[in-house]
């Protein structure tokens, strides 16, 4: 109880008059709330779901269902079955699951397959199963929004607008270089991508303007 109201309260902290806004939302920091399975990093549906009514407590969401055939055979006859289910059946016997969540005026649908522990789909699931996919695409899907994104990309640490802007303010090397000295380790992590960039930004225009001279 004490670990989710701590969570409750650092979400409740970086809450902003624009939190409905897609590039506010991607940079939440939700590392508190990550858990870990092997070498997989994942947001879990009941944290991601805690996160999402905290932002927007309207949040809704729906589990699509579709029409499956199947056959069932009788003592003497064979009948054609139609049943109404939250997944959609594929050729090859696997199935997907559909959760669209709607949050911050929007509407975001996701999908995922059916997998067993190893992570592969699988055509003879059991109820378990169909449970954990239907949840882990809720969680996909609440990321749609921008939270936690970041998470599905492999990424560490969620981006930082501020780093960004220092960095593409730079005008020469020894700009950059003062900027990137100044970053912690957690920041360097972020901004590694965009250092490079910038840095190969700023060596072709000195390339080009020797080459003018």
């Known amino acids: 109880m004490g670990k989710m109201k701590e969570k409750s309260l650092e979400i409740q902290n970086e809450v902003k008059s624009d939190s409905n806004d897609f590039?506010?939302?991607?940079?939440?920091?939700?590392?508190?709330a990550v858990e870990?399975?092997?070498n997989l990093s994942y947001l879990?549906?009941?944290?991601?779901?805690?996160?999402?009514?905290?932002?927007d407590p309207n949040a809704t969401y729906q589990h699509h269902e579709f029409e499956n055939k199947r056959i069932l055979e009788g003592k003497n006859n064979s009948y054609l079955i139609t049943e109404t289910l939250p997944f959609k059946k594929l050729d090859n016997g696997t199935a997907l699951v559909y959760v669209s969540v709607t949050a911050f005026g929007k509407t975001k649908t996701a999908h995922l397959p059916v997998?067993?522990?190893?992570n592969k789909p699988i055509a003879d699931f059991d109820s378990f199963q169909l449970n954990?996919?239907?949840?882990?695409?809720k969680a996909k899907a609440i990321s749609l929004h921008g939270i936690g994104l970041y998470i599905y990309t492999g990424e560490d640490l969620p981006p930082n607008p501020e780093i960004e802007r220092k960095i593409?303010?730079?005008?020469s090397l020894d700009e950059l270089k003062k900027v990137w000295e100044s970053l912690s380790v957690d920041e360097r992590t972020i901004a590694i991508t965009f250092k490079n960039n910038k840095k190969q930004e700023?060596?072709?225009n000195?390339?080009?303007?020797?080459t003018e001279e």
């Open 23 to 32: 590039s506010y939302l991607r940079t939440i920091n939700v590392n508190h």
């Open 36 to 38: 870990k399975k092997g």
């Open 44 to 55: 879990s549906w009941a944290n991601a779901y805690d996160i999402l009514l905290q932002l």
């Open 115 to 118: 997998m067993d522990y190893k």
């Open 132 to 137: 954990t996919a239907l949840q882990r695409c």
């Open 168 to 171: 593409n303010k730079c005008k």
């Open 202 to 204: 700023l060596e072709q």
């Open 206 to 210: 000195g390339n080009d303007n020797e």
